[in-house]
């Protein structure tokens, strides 16, 4: 099945993913639950695409799209205040 574009905010995966995880991986990898990671996919903070046509097919998310994602989060630490 081929992907024709973006649809309902969500963001096409990387061309080329070779590694696309399913909603547990990317829970377990995230450490958040099902509730969460279906918000952050469905307003495209995190990259995903349904692998069906029907509404509640389920989500996939590449491994490239979240790692980019968490080096996004990534909090780097400013000057001590003095």
Do not use: W
Request: include cysteine.
């Amino acid at each position: 099945m081929a992907y024709s574009g973006q649809s309902q905010g969500h963001q096409r995966p990387h061309q080329g993913a070779k590694n696309v995880l399913k909603r547990s991986e990317v829970c377990k990898r995230l450490g958040i639950g099902k509730d969460e990671f279906v918000r952050l996919a469905r307003t495209g903070e995190l990259p995903a695409i349904r692998t069906g046509n029907a509404p509640n097919s389920p989500y996939r998310v590449s491994e490239r799209d979240l790692e980019e994602y968490i080096e996004r989060r990534r909090v780097v630490p400013t000057g001590a205040a003095s």
